[in-house]
């Protein structure tokens, strides 16, 4: 799978996860403080979900700008690229 066809099966994932959320929040219906929590956690995740496919979307759509940055994290200095980014944090947590 490349990365072009990849980045819409994303977007439509982030979508399907906010139903799902939503669904999994109305099972807890029958405590109302519960409900109250867990239906306005699901409201904030649908928004963070919706937002970025809005935005990121037609981005990509217009300028194909998330695929390039895909290719140059996968591509061959992808490795390389992430060790040097990740390095300093990770030696720390070891320390």
Do not use: Y
Not at 23 to 40: D, S, Y
Not at 86 to 93: D, G, Q, S
């Amino acid at each position: 799978l490349d990365v072009g066809s990849a980045i819409p099966i994303i977007m439509g994932s982030n979508i399907g996860t906010s139903v799902t959320n939503t669904i999994v929040a109305l099972m807890q219906a029958g405590e109302r403080e519960e409900f109250k929590r867990a239906f306005a956690g699901a409201t904030v995740h649908d928004c963070f979900n919706w937002l970025s496919v809005l935005v990121l979307l037609p981005l990509e759509a217009v300028t194909g700008v998330m695929r390039l940055i895909f290719n140059i994290v996968t591509g061959e200095d992808g490795p390389e690229l992430l060790k040097v980014i990740t390095e300093p944090l990770t030696k720390r947590i070891i320390q």
